[in-house]
């Protein structure tokens, strides 16, 4: 009973319970259609999570990451096709290359004030024109994208016939981006992140440097979601603009953290869970009914903006409050 009454201790047996869980469900379930929607589950959780560091704990909204996602893709993948380079290094020089480009966009808007829904249209304006640019130029495959050539089975190409290790790797991914979140939300960097989130004049009058702390959760954000889009576009073989650089993407990317909690820990995870597995079931139960799978789904979403405008995790949270 001591173990419950130290809520601290409680989280961490919880935290190694479900990542226990998780890992040994390859062992039960082995059917590719089920690990493949987990992927994309624990795929949208990472990327959400990532963009939650921006936004969600800074209150930079984005609506470009997109953008980051698709030079991770781009770049690893050139990277791999004209020279060989193994996409585990691409992926690492995709990351970097996404966090100056990050930190460019970033320094210019936050050096001139820029914020709110200013902020919102620039980081659209851009992942458009990296988009744009994508298309008209043909080293990146123009509006066909590119088909990352198979190579076998290979750790080192980062290739698999089966869907488990995509599995363990994307997982893997997920489990440390929750770890950081929760350090960086218990450190006293995390105070400044907050700070700047709730009131970012009242920070600057108190002596924080708030330009500082945008730019390195910025920077922690891009470098972060090109890891993402390393992975999707080994995973699925081929990399595209509109898939890879889309709007829909950078729209998609948000909703896990909106419906499962902005600016917390287990929010992306949460709200990914819910909206992948809703989708997937709408999907093939109104699969007869051209786009009412899309209604439902979108619906849905109406309804935990407008009954749960922070969460369904910080509403569950009141809820136990109340309770005990």
């Given at each position: 009973?001591?173990?419950f009454a130290d809520p601290l201790r409680t989280q961490r047996i919880l935290y190694t319970a479900l990542i226990f869980l998780l890992a040994i469900i390859p062992l039960f379930l082995k059917n590719p259609y089920i690990l493949h929607v987990l992927i994309m589950l624990f795929l949208f959780a990472y990327l959400g999570g990532v963009w939650n560091i921006l936004s969600g704990y800074t209150g930079q909204f984005s609506l470009g990451h997109a953008a980051?996602?698709?030079?991770?893709s781009y770049v690893s993948t050139l990277l791999f096709i004209h020279w060989g380079i193994?996409?585990?290094?691409g992926m690492l020089i995709g990351a970097v290359v996404s966090l100056v480009v990050g930190i460019f966009i970033g320094f210019l808007c936050f050096r001139y004030g820029i914020r709110g829904v200013s902020f919102v249209l620039i980081t659209l304006c851009f992942s458009e024109i990296v988009r744009l640019i994508v298309i008209n130029l043909k080293v990146f495959g123009g509006s066909n994208g590119i088909i990352i050539p198979l190579k076998g089975d290979s750790f080192w190409n980062l290739q698999f016939t089966s869907k488990i290790p995509y599995y363990y790797i994307i997982l893997s991914m997920m489990v440390l981006l929750i770890l950081l979140t929760y350090k960086l939300e218990k450190s006293r960097m995390g105070d400044f992140f907050i700070a700047v989130r709730e009131d970012?004049?009242?920070s600057e009058a108190l002596g924080i440097n708030t330009m500082r702390y945008k730019l390195i959760?910025?920077?922690?954000?891009c470098f972060a979601m090109a890891l993402g889009g390393t992975?999707?576009?080994q995973y699925t073989s081929y990399i595209q603009p509109d898939l890879n650089l889309g709007i829909p993407l950078s729209v998609e990317i948000i909703f896990a953290p909106i419906v499962g909690g902005i600016g917390t820990i287990l929010g992306p995870l949460l709200g990914s869970s819910i909206l992948i597995i809703f989708s997937e079931i709408s999907r093939v139960t109104m699969g007869q009914f051209r786009g009412m799978h899309?209604?439902?789904y979108g619906?849905?979403?109406i309804f935990v903006m407008l009954y749960m405008p922070h969460g369904i995790l910080r509403s569950l949270e009141k809820l136990f409050r109340k309770v005990s």
């Open positions: 009973m001591k173990c980051y996602f698709g030079i991770g193994t996409p585990w290094l970012e004049d009242a959760s910025m920077g922690v954000s992975f999707y576009a899309l209604m439902i619906v849905f979403i």
